[in-house]
């Protein structure tokens, strides 16, 4: 007996807008495909959260005992500067940009990604594919389109022909917009575009011969655009339908809708059971952006060194930061809210930890059995870590009233909360226990703190002698002093 066959998983389907009992097509077996980063930039914060949530869905279904193909794609060719139809490619911009191989970009993101993404502790997906390695099957997936009369060739380019495509289907579906409206509110063409109508979009785009990123093809040299790889990574490993696709909430129009509409137009099925969606992270109650400083590198977070917080954040703090919110909710990342997340994060992982050496009693005081299935209902409910997490502190304070004596448990219901506590905090939410090492960083942080008043003090003294004594001995250790308005912060 498995797991997944007492639980009951309900999903909030984009599809539908509802949620959803969750039934895989093959029993005990699910297929998930999330559309991955493009490798062009350091992975941002934003990006990680997405991958993030699934990486907990990944998990939770792994726990009930299913067998999960997780496919998680890299885009190393075919997505252009600001997701246009036109325009450079990201990856060969920044090679421009930065005299490299645009393969050394994708090497030097790629590198990036998986090291943030390892500090995170995430779980490494069953199959990650890149777009460059599967052009041959996204020639082919064209090619069928065409076959259909849902394409045209025209200059070296093809496109896919919307109008035509939502005379028999539903071109909208997942965004929830009518082509009529998209085409009322987008500009005209242009005498230089090739495309039949705006909406259109490309499905192989003929190389410019300055552009390095090129491909034969039964078309012309090019290269493919962005919307195919996707379809041509998740039918090769998944089949023409699978159970499930997550991405992030931007990447429902035009990326996800595109994706159907290449699915049902080359094999005439639907591709995917279940679309989910995870929200957008924000920075201090703004939208994040490199543009308006407002914006914030995962490696800033881990060291400190940056202005927007007081101190460093551990990887794991900072996930369990992240999983207080729903997936589907929009979530403000500041320091404040961090500063408050830490001390619950600290008291979860030592009640953990106290577990193991809780005196045992003749009876247990609180309906072990009903809170742990409290705990699953909390994730069968489309993954609602932030009950799952209020949970848990309903444990933690049972725990602290058992050490005081003022509960007591039994030596079998001891075990059963030991491992259930592990089973959530560390196999489905991903945190790493790191306790020790947090205590050791609120020692820290209190000894600097404490050398950061005396520097003060000293200073309005006019004890410039010792002030930058402090200062100087502390960057020696490797602590830097930042001076602010805010009074002074430092960074590892
Ligand atoms: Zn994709």
Redesign the pocket.
């Known amino acids: 007996m498995q797991l997944y066959q007492e639980q009951t998983v309900r999903i909030h389907n984009s599809l539908t807008g509802k949620k959803e009992t969750f039934i895989p097509l093959n029993e005990g077996q699910i297929g998930m495909?999330?559309?991955?980063p493009t490798v062009y930039s350091n992975v941002h914060l934003g990006n990680c959260r997405t991958f993030m949530s699934f990486d907990m869905i990944f998990r939770y279904f792994r726990h009930l005992g299913y067998k999960v193909r997780y496919v998680r794609?890299i885009?190393d060719a075919g997505h252009l500067v600001d997701d246009a139809e036109d325009g450079e490619d990201k990856i060969a911009k920044k090679a421009r940009l930065e005299q490299l191989e645009p393969m050394e970009v994708v090497q030097r993101y790629t590198l990036d990604f998986h090291n943030i993404l390892e500090k995170f502790n995430f779980l490494p997906p069953s199959i990650e594919p890149t777009a460059t390695g599967h052009i041959i099957e996204q020639i082919e997936i064209i090619k069928e389109i065409l076959k259909k009369g849902y394409a045209y060739e025209i200059n070296g380019s093809v496109y896919f022909d919307v109008v035509k495509f939502n005379k028999s289907n539903d071109y909208g579906k997942l965004s929830g917009r009518k082509l009529e409206d998209m085409i009322a509110n987008t500009r005209e063409l242009t005498a230089q575009d090739d495309k039949k109508s705006p909406q259109d979009f490309a499905l192989w785009k003929k190389a410019e011969p300055e552009h390095i990123m090129r491909w034969p093809s039964p078309w012309g040299d090019g290269f493919p655009g962005?919307?195919l790889?996707?379809t041509a990574m998740?039918t090769k490993y998944l089949g023409e339908t699978f159970d499930i696709h997550g991405?992030g909430m931007d990447?429902k129009f035009p990326?996800?809708e595109c994706?159907i509409a290449q699915a049902e137009a080359s094999n005439g099925k639907s591709p995917v059971n279940y679309w989910l969606h995870a929200n957008m992270l924000t920075l201090n109650g703004k939208k994040m952006a490199k543009s308006t400083g407002n914006s914030i590198l995962p490696g800033e977070i881990f060291s400190g060194e940056n202005n927007i917080l007081s101190k460093p954040f551990s990887p794991s703090m900072v996930r369990f930061f992240m999983m207080q919110a729903h997936y589907t909710s929009i979530l403000d990342i500041s320091n404040d809210a961090l500063l408050a997340s830490e001390k619950g994060f600290n008291k979860l992982m030592e009640a953990i930890n106290s577990i193991k050496s809780l005196p045992e009693g003749k009876k247990t005081n609180f309906d072990i059995n009903t809170w742990r299935q409290g705990c699953y209902d909390a994730m069968n409910d489309d993954f609602n870590t932030p009950i799952l997490i209020a949970k848990l502190f309903d444990a933690v304070k049972h725990i602290n009233l058992i050490k005081e004596n003022t509960e007591s448990i039994t030596i079998e219901d001891k075990d059963l909360l030991l491992q259930t506590m592990q089973n959530f905090t560390f196999d489905i939410l991903g945190l790493e226990n790191k306790k020790s090492s947090n205590v050791d960083s609120e020692k820290l942080s209190g000894v600097v703190e404490l050398l950061i008043q005396l520097r003060k003090e000293a200073r309005e003294n006019k004890d410039f002698a010792t002030s930058d004594k402090i200062r100087d001995q502390l960057a020696g250790l490797g602590i830097q002093l930042k001076d602010g308005k805010e009074g002074t912060t430092y960074s590892l």
């Not at 495909?33 to 991955?36: I, L, P, S």
């Open positions: 495909y999330v559309c991955g794609n885009t962005w919307h790889e996707c998740s991405g990447l990326h996800h994706e």
